[in-house]
Nanobody, 126 residues
Framework: QVQLVESGGGLVQAGGSLRLSCAAS????????MGWFRQAPGKERVFVAAISRGGTTVYADSVKGRFTISRDNAKNTVYLQMNNLKAEDTAVYYCAADTAMRGSPPLGYPHRYDSWGQGTQVTVSS
């Protein structure tokens, strides 16, 4: 199973920026769809952004225009650039990979993914 390690979380003021990274083990990273999800205290894990193996990106409405997902297949890494952060972005952010290359359900569904990282905390102070 692929191992995913997130980094880049931290404490930032509202309006600030952070870039999360997710490094994956394995040799077939370029074949995986990758996603970012987040979970705030007392709430369910929700979709943030995803990128297909072909580079197609999908975003939750709450982060469109502020967050950008990208991937560097040479480095086996997916990134989440987060700009204009808001207090409601505070959560643990999780990276996920579709290593089985299912192709379904759509990228925004957690059941699409079979490997998950341990999460990284993002706290936005208002």
């Amino acid at each position: 199973q692929v191992q995913l390690v997130e980094s880049g979380g931290g404490l930032v003021q509202a309006g600030g920026s952070l870039r999360l990274s997710c490094a994956a083990s394995g040799r077939t990273f370029s074949s995986y769809a990758m996603g970012w999800f987040r979970q705030a205290p007392g709430k369910e894990r929700v979709f943030v952004a995803a990128i297909s193996r072909g580079g197609t990106t999908v975003y939750a409405d709450s982060v469109k225009g502020r967050f950008t997902i990208s991937r560097d297949n040479a480095k086996n890494t997916v990134y989440l650039q987060m700009n204009n952060l808001k207090a409601e972005d505070t959560a643990v952010y999780y990276c996920a990979a579709d290593t089985a290359m299912r192709g379904s359900p759509p990228l925004g569904y957690p059941h699409r993914y079979d490997s998950w990282g341990q999460g990284t905390q993002v706290t936005v102070s208002s």
